[in-house]
């Protein structure tokens, strides 16, 4: 049971039913006392309880809590010489115990309250569903575009990304005639691990042949693995990667 939800449901109903202050001051006693209890299904409650939490009388409480029975709003057991026992109907989840003369479903307030809540959060995630839309329909696009600007090569490489023309192809084997395999592999990786984008993919495999030359000229040893460097002298390397990058970025 949610406190504030029951609250909220008992107020709209006293826009529509006329309820005592007795009435209502025992209601508002007995949720309080349900809340403190642990929200059970049966709670007990001296008399001498509620008088102090209402103000009411003893024949004051055995009043009005027969009229908020015969409302559907609780339900009690007396039994003599011991306290009553008392249980809350829900506005929600109790609804069909409170009588026709009340509701017949949850109150307006808290209907309209969900209908608005549900609106206004299918609302904000439009926007989201929108931008995420638009974002895969792009991503789409760009991979067709790609797709379609390399429709007259051949796919080489480990994940399917590096694109050759048979004149291309030809050229490389003769270009590396021993390790030429080796070189799509690596461009490939690269490609897959950093996103590296190319125009033409021969050109960035003689550009990544390049500058392995130039960083062997300059004492960089190459290990195994992409990007894998026991260098002496990182400035020098740091320099060579950035120029590298560079040229990557801008499709050379």
């Given at each position: 049971?949610?406190y504030?939800?029951?609250?909220?449901?008992?107020?709209?109903?006293?826009l529509?039913?006329?309820?005592?202050?007795?009435?209502i001051?025992?209601?508002?006693?007995?949720?309080?006392?349900?809340?403190k209890?642990?929200w059970?299904?049966?709670?007990?409650?001296?008399?001498?309880?509620?008088?102090?939490?209402?103000?009411?009388s003893?024949?004051?409480?055995?009043?009005?809590?027969?009229?908020?029975?015969?409302?559907?709003?609780?339900?009690?057991?007396?039994f003599?010489?011991?306290?009553?026992?008392?249980t809350?109907?829900?506005?929600?989840?109790?609804?069909?115990?409170?009588?026709?003369?009340?509701?017949?479903?949850?109150?307006?307030?808290?209907?309209?309250?969900?209908?608005?809540?549900?609106?206004?959060?299918?609302?904000r995630?439009?926007?989201?569903?929108?931008?995420?839309?638009?974002?895969?329909?792009?991503?789409?696009?760009k991979?067709n575009?790609?797709r379609?600007?390399?429709?007259?090569?051949?796919?080489?490489?480990?994940?399917?990304?590096?694109?050759?023309?048979?004149?291309?192809?030809?050229?490389?084997?003769?270009?590396?005639?021993?390790?030429?395999?080796?070189?799509?592999?690596t461009?490939?990786?690269?490609?897959?691990?950093?996103?590296?984008?190319?125009?033409n993919?021969?050109?960035?495999?003689?550009?990544?042949?390049?500058?392995?030359?130039?960083?062997?000229?300059?004492?960089?040893?190459?290990?195994?693995g992409?990007?894998n460097?026991?260098?002496g002298?990182?400035?020098?390397?740091?320099?060579?990667?950035?120029?590298?990058?560079?040229?990557?970025?801008?499709?050379?």
């Amino acid at each position: 049971m949610n406190y504030i939800t029951e609250i909220k449901g008992f107020n709209d109903l006293l826009l529509r039913e006329r309820l005592s202050s007795g009435q209502i001051a025992l209601w508002y006693a007995l949720m309080h006392i349900d809340n403190k209890s642990g929200w059970k299904k049966w709670f007990t409650v001296p008399v001498i309880t509620l008088e102090l939490h209402t103000g009411l009388s003893k024949s004051g409480i055995y009043k009005n809590r027969e009229v908020l029975k015969q409302l559907g709003l609780i339900d009690f057991k007396a039994f003599k010489g011991k306290a009553a026992r008392y249980t809350i109907n829900s506005f929600c989840e109790d609804f069909k115990s409170i009588s026709n003369n009340i509701a017949e479903k949850c109150p307006s307030g808290i209907a309209d309250s969900r209908q608005e809540s549900n609106q206004g959060s299918n609302q904000r995630s439009r926007p989201l569903y929108k931008q995420d839309k638009t974002k895969q329909d792009k991503t789409i696009l760009k991979e067709n575009n790609k797709r379609k600007d390399n429709s007259d090569k051949n796919v080489y490489g480990k994940y399917k990304n590096v694109f050759l023309s048979d004149e291309e192809f030809s050229e490389l084997k003769q270009f590396y005639p021993n390790d030429w395999s080796d070189r799509i592999e690596t461009l490939s990786e690269g490609i897959e691990l950093k996103g590296y984008k190319y125009k033409n993919y021969l050109l960035a495999i003689k550009k990544w042949a390049e500058y392995e030359g130039q960083k062997a000229d300059r004492g960089v040893v190459k290990s195994p693995g992409l990007n894998n460097y026991s260098d002496g002298n990182k400035s020098d390397y740091a320099e060579i990667e950035r120029i590298l990058i560079e040229r990557m970025q801008n499709g050379y």
